[in-house]
């Protein structure tokens, strides 16, 4: 069981999959490769839970048994129809098999779309179940399929215009069997590549989010990062219309940029939920665990304001962090009943506000201009009306990557709504107006600096 981030279950894990309320459970599917802490060919790993923070895990759902898909079970989406939970994802075949190891290749491959169903979200029948929906080997992948209140169901496709700028491609279907090609829509919005495109709507609005590939020269690491904006779309001939006037040229759905490969979702009271891949630059290991690569972001939820895309805090999180500490005095904070008095008095001496305990918490402050948070050598800090984090101190000296993040200016509202894990840290930015979220390693176990409330969760990390 995973408590509050979804991890690979050892070895890797990449973009979520799948991602469905079905017959009173979430189920959320991932591309895995099970044999090592590295990318691979692909099968879909699955998880079922509750209530979005408590995950049970549940072996592999998809692997590749066909010809269309020998070489990987790519990205997909889950509908329901008639009861039965319906997969769509892109199988991929290799022109080329890599002699040295036949789980990467370099080369071109051949791309289907392919679908597969299961009457109770849990037996898949890889071996006779699945059937190629959208033939071709035209290079479009990452089927996201969705049912319009006319009834129809469509899917958007992401691809790339000549390799040079990513395009959405559209399909429509009576059936979600049978699919008819309607458009495809290019933007240098797009990057080079378009992967994993996301269209639905928050109200009466749509927005799409997708992955853009090459959007940055080597800012640090990575060239595509998820990229979202309000659009139009009319259903009658999936014509997309990106509007000029929104606020920035891109909303990046996470300025932490480790984020990737959103998909959504509605919950079970309708909320636009967004999970994602974090990706990370190296494996976790420690003795006596098999080593993992890979997790997914806290649920959020999307809402759109004024032509602003805002990732909100889920509230299944809130419940999770039911406990809060918090001492008389704000500078008093610690967790006394899970800390040894001398390490207390140690950290007060050092200067520490509240010591971690490898359990997850929640911290909230509202920060004054110029104002530092160091959470175990992460620091966080509102400078020239920005919010910015510097993991320089916790990231184990991976060369290459980015270290320091920002939002864009703030106009004076720094209220930070964080959330910290061994791995991974979350920061909400004026409830969702923005978020960072960055990966970290060997975060150390004082807070430093002003802090207003603190919430412990129930324990739930694993190795
Ligand atoms: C995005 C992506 C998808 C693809 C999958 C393969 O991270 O490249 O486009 O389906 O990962 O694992």
Known sequence: MDTLHLKAPGNWLNDPNGFIYYKGKYHLFYQYFPYAPVWGTMHWGHAVSED?????????????????????????????????????YT???????????????????????????SEDGYAFDNFGGKRVVIPGTENMRDPKVWKEENGDFYMVLGSSSRGEMGSAVFYRSKDGFNWQYMSRCQSGRFGKILECPD???????????????HITESTGGYEHHAVCMPVQFDTEKC???LHEASREEYQYVDYGLDLYAPQTNVDAEGRRVMIAWMRMPKAVEKPGCVPWNGMMCLPRVVEYKDGHVYFRVHPAVDEYFGIEISGEDEQDL?????????????????GASAILTGEPVRIQVTMKPGECLDIGGFLIREERDFIRTDRGEVFGNIRGHRTMSSTPKLYGRYKLDIFV?????????NDGEYVISNVVYGLGNMICGRV???WKGNAGIKC
């Open 334 to 350: 610690f967790f006394e009943d899970d800390v040894e008095k001398e390490s207390i008095s140690e950290a007060k001496e050092a």
């Open 91 to 117: 199988g991929i075949r290799y022109r080329e098999i890599n002699p040295e190891n036949i789980h990467v290749s370099e080369k071109e491959y051949d791309v289907m779309q392919l679908m597969i169903s």
């Open 199 to 213: 269209l639905f709507r928050v109200g009466e609005n749509y927005i799409l989010i997708g992955s853009a590939m």
């Open 452 to 454: 207003e409330k603190i």
């Open 52 to 88: 979005l923070v408590h995950w049970e895990h549940m072996g592999a759902a998809l692997f590749p048994t066909r010809y269309e898909d020998q070489n990987g079970c790519f990205s997909g989406s889950a509908i329901e129809q008639d009861g039965k939970m319906n997969l769509y």
């Open 421 to 429: 894990e061994p791995n991974l840290i979350e920061v909400f930015v």
């Open 239 to 241: 014509r997309l219309t």
